[in-house]
């Protein structure tokens, strides 16, 4: 576990978490312990970021092929590519998702992690959900974190999902 926190940003990052309930009571028992000490400014934005891996059967270089040929199928510049990823910015009902993904390695994607698991898989597609809502200088209350939290941790789950499936179609092909 890591915690930063300083006068224009505070951060928690967990690691490998078991499910959403985990992420919350977390979440929660860092804020209240860190209001004890300080006093926290008024928020500006509020996000929850989580990395999803989706092991994949083929090689690498297939996989990166397949997903070229789904995403950028008529894009010369893709097809000399030896390596994609993609990005989309979603709106969810006042709320924004930053969503990056694409084919990793073993290497690059223990690289990546903070905390990479042992037994990684030799090819992944990875995703990267970054769910955020820009505010008015609101406040850091314990409803407002929960419900946050949840609400992100369960969007993610299901876009990177969703993703993962369409992707892996192409994989079988």
């Known amino acids: 576990m890591i915690i930063v926190v300083g006068p224009e940003r505070t951060s928690i990052v967990l690691g490998e978490t078991p499910n959403i309930g985990y992420c919350i009571d977390n979440t929660l028992a860092i804020f209240k312990k860190i209001s004890e000490v300080v006093k926290f400014p ?97 406040e850091a209350t314990p409803g407002l974190l929960r419900d946050f939290v949840r609400r992100g941790l369960e969007y993610a789950n299901k876009q990177s999902q969703e993703l993962a499936n369409n992707l892996q179609i192409q994989e079988e092909d």
Do not use: H
Not at 66 to 95: M, P, R, T, W
Not at 96 to 102: D, H, L, R, S, Y
């Open 42 to 138: 008024p928020i500006l934005r509020l996000g929850i970021r989580s990395l999803w891996i989706k092991e994949s059967k083929a090689t690498f270089v297939k996989l990166v092929s397949s997903q070229k040929q789904l995403l950028y199928k008529n894009v010369s510049l893709a097809n000399e590519a030896i390596d994609i990823a993609c990005g989309f910015i979603l709106s969810d009902d006042g709320y924004k998702a930053n969503i990056q993904f694409g084919p990793m390695e073993r290497t690059q994607l223990q690289s990546t992690l903070l905390f990479p698991p042992s037994g990684l898989p030799e090819v992944v597609t990875f995703i990267d959900v970054d769910y955020f809502k820009e505010m008015e200088k609101g």
